[in-house]
């Protein structure tokens, strides 16, 4: 994108020219519109979880801007010839529960022909021009907090060679049909400094993401990191995913892990996650208020998992 001309209408406040989750396009005083859009091939066969999977990880990136769902519309790629009409219903179907709990609305779509299934969702969302939540500003002395635990990826990789049980394949489902929207909205009531959510690039990839030009260190106690049940256990197994290799080259030269820690700790920080948690940047006075909030709200996944530093050695260091 760096090579593209960059906008140069001044109600575009956030552009492509960032690494931001959405884009944000301002209507007035009070009011900005939130873009975002995503899709994603079948973690499950089952085509109403696919449908819920792919919805809620479409609808985060608007959670991760601190925005409100509007409105929706369907990204499908489908076999036709060899996939009949009631497994796009399901994942249609699936898709419609999660835009409902988010109060938002399906207003149509885009079904092409394709080999495989995709499905995904464009996202338009409002929030206060003001109260935007960027991927970058976090402060020294800002606590970080996750709201999500990790290791989706390469659980989803294991359970095609039927090596996950079912109690930890359906704890990594539950988490992944969950919404960030109770999670975003108990954010909303505090100071937020930066914010995403953690995808494809994975806990490092992302984190780094809010580092870019930035004096500033990440400083995590890996020990803190909520990790999914089994996906530990599958990198000592020796399974992987298709990703991680290109997660660890955007970010090997930018982290660093004391003496205690092994390639299996690097492989969860660059597992790619779908519907992942948010990761954000908070005033220190404020950190014990927002967690007991979280949990009372039913978000007990949330922990706190280090603080911002000024720069040290690296930008990541995992403690």
Not at 5 to 27: E, R
Not at 229 to 253: C, D, H, K, P
Not at 292 to 300: C, R
Request: hydrophobic share 40%.
């Amino acid at each position: 994108m760096a090579s593209l001309p960059k906008n140069i209408d001044q109600n575009v406040l956030v552009g492509f020219d960032t690494s931001d989750d959405a884009g944000v396009y301002l209507l007035n005083d009070e009011q900005a519109l939130v873009f975002t859009a995503d899709f994603i091939t079948p973690p499950v066969d089952d085509p109403y979880l696919f449908g819920q999977i792919a919805a809620a990880n479409s609808l985060s990136d608007i959670y991760a801007m601190g925005a409100k769902p509007l409105s929706c519309l369907n990204l499908v790629g489908f076999p036709s010839d060899k996939l009949g009409d009631e497994i796009l219903k399901g994942i249609i179907t699936g898709a419609l529960q999660k835009i409902a709990e988010a109060g938002a609305v399906l207003l149509g779509g885009h079904t092409t022909d394709n080999d495989e299934p995709i499905f995904g969702l464009t996202v338009t969302g409002l929030v206060h021009p003001e109260k935007i939540w960027r991927n970058t500003g976090a402060q020294p002395g800002d606590q970080l907090i996750l709201t999500k635990a990790l290791g989706s990826g390469v659980l989803f990789n294991a359970n095609l060679k039927n090596l996950v049980s079912e109690k930890a394949l359906k704890s990594c489902l539950d988490s992944l049909i969950e919404l960030n929207k109770t999670a975003a909205e108990v954010f909303a009531n505090f100071e937020i400094h930066a914010a995403t959510d953690i995808t494809g690039f994975g806990f490092a990839g992302h984190s780094l993401e809010m580092l870019p030009g930035s004096e500033l260190t990440f400083n995590i106690n890996f020990d803190e990191i909520p990790i999914m049940s089994e996906a530990r256990e599958m990198y000592e197994r020796g399974i992987t995913t298709g990703v991680n290799q290109t997660n660890r080259t955007l970010v090997e030269r930018n982290w660093s892990f004391a003496e205690r820690f092994s390639t299996i700790h690097e492989e969860l920080m660059l597992d790619p996650q779908t519907s992942g948690g948010l990761l954000v940047a908070v005033p220190e006075a404020q950190a014990d208020s927002i967690l007991k909030a979280l949990q009372d709200s039913g978000v007990t996944s949330s922990v706190r998992i280090g603080y911002v530093s000024k720069f040290s050695n690296s930008k990541l260091c995992f403690k």
